[in-house]
C-alpha cells in the first residue's frame, strides 16, 4: 500500500483536476470530454473494447514469443563466435533503428492483405526483437572470468560451460530485455494495425481509428485507457515471471 497509495492519489488528484476544468471552462465534448464521459463510453463498450484488448493482446503475446526464439537463438549462435557477432550485430542494429511504419506497408503486402494479423506479429516481433538479442547476448558474454578458467581447469566441454556458466549468467540479462521488448511488442502491434487500416485485425488500434473518424474523443480515450491496461498487464506478467526465475536462482 505504501507504493500504490502515492500514484494512486496523483491519478485522483488529476482526474478531479480535469473534470473541474472541463465543465468550468465548457469544454466541448469532441475536443477534450470529462473523465466522466470516458467513464460511461468505456462501460457502454466495454465488451467490444474487451475483445478488441484481448485481439492485441494475444498479438503482442505472440510477437514477444517470436521475438524471444529468434533473438535469443541468434543470440546463442553469435556468442559462440565473436566473428559472427561482427557480422550479425550491425544488421540486428539496422533493423532497430529502421522505423516500422517504414516497413510496414512491405511486410503487409508479403503476408497477404487476407492476413492481416501475421504482418501485425512479424513487425511487433521486429520492434521487439532487439533488446532480447542485446540483452542475452551480452549476458552470455558476462560470465566471472575466474569461473570461465575454472571450467578449463575441470576439462569442461562447450556444452556444460553453455548450460552451467553462460546462461545462469546470462538470465538477469535476458529478463530486463524482456521487460522493455514486452512495452516495445504492445507499440509495434498498435502501430501495425494503424499502418494495415484494414480492420481485419479488428485490435484497439482500430477501434482507435474508428472512434477518431467519427469526432468520439470518449470512445478513443476509452481505448487508450484499454491500451494502457494491457500494457500493464503485460508488463505485470512478465514481472512474474521474472520474480519467479529470479527466486529459483537463489
Known amino acids: 500500500m505504501s507504493r500504490l497509495l502515492p500514484p494512486l492519489l496523483l491519478t485522483i488528484l488529476l482526474l478531479l483536476t480535469w473534470e473541474a476544468a472541463c465543465r468550468l471552462m465548457h469544454v466541448p465534448a469532441y475536443f477534450l470530454p470529462p473523465p466522466s464521459a470516458v467513464a460511461i463510453a468505456l462501460v457502454e463498450r466495454a465488451p467490444l473494447l474487451a475483445g478488441s484488448a484481448l485481439q492485441t493482446f494475444l498479438m503482442a503475446l505472440q510477437a514477444l514469443l517470436v521475438a524471444?526464439?529468434?533473438?535469443?537463438?541468434?543470440?546463442?549462435?553469435?556468442?559462440?563466435?565473436?566473428?559472427?557477432?561482427?557480422?550479425?550485430?550491425?544488421?540486428?542494429?539496422?533493423?532497430?533503428?529502421?522505423?516500422?511504419?517504414?516497413i510496414a506497408p512491405l511486410v503487409l503486402i508479403w503476408a497477404g492483405l487476407d492476413h492481416?494479423?501475421?504482418?501485425?506479429?512479424?513487425?511487433?516481433?521486429?520492434?521487439?526483437?532487439?533488446?532480447?538479442?542485446?540483452?542475452?547476448?551480452?549476458?552470455?558474454?558476462?560470465?566471472?572470468?575466474?569461473?570461465?578458467?575454472?571450467?578449463?581447469?575441470?576439462?569442461?566441454?562447450?556444452l556444460q560451460r553453455l548450460w552451467?556458466?553462460?546462461?545462469?549468467?546470462?538470465l538477469p540479462f535476458a529478463l530486463e530485455g524482456?521487460?522493455?521488448?514486452?512495452?516495445?511488442?504492445?507499440?509495434?502491434?498498435?502501430?501495425?494495425?494503424?499502418?494495415?487500416?484494414?480492420?481485419?485485425?479488428?485490435?484497439?488500434a482500430w477501434r482507435l481509428l474508428e472512434a477518431g473518424n467519427r469526432l468520439r474523443t470518449a470512445d478513443m480515450l476509452a481505448a487508450l485507457v484499454c491500451l494502457m491496461a494491457m500494457g500493464l498487464a503485460l508488463n505485470a506478467l512478465v514481472g512474474l515471471v521474472e520474480r519467479r526465475a529470479r527466486a529459483r536462482l537463489s
Open 68 to 102: 524471444g526464439l529468434i533473438g535469443g537463438g541468434l543470440a546463442l549462435a553469435v556468442s559462440l563466435n565473436r566473428s559472427a557477432e561482427h557480422v550479425v550485430r550491425p544488421l540486428a542494429v539496422a533493423l532497430q533503428v529502421t522505423p516500422v511504419v517504414a
Open 116 to 158: 492481416a494479423d501475421r504482418a501485425v506479429i512479424a513487425l511487433a516481433a521486429a520492434v521487439a526483437f532487439f533488446p532480447l538479442f542485446s540483452g542475452i547476448l551480452t549476458g552470455l558474454k558476462s560470465a566471472d572470468p575466474d569461473l570461465e578458467r575454472l571450467f578449463d581447469l575441470y576439462g569442461a566441454n562447450a
Open 164 to 170: 552451467r556458466l553462460r546462461l545462469p549468467a546470462a
Open 178 to 204: 524482456l521487460r522493455v521488448a514486452s512495452g516495445l511488442a504492445v507499440i509495434g502491434a498498435v502501430v501495425a494495425e494503424f499502418v494495415s487500416g484494414s480492420g481485419a485485425t479488428q485490435g484497439l
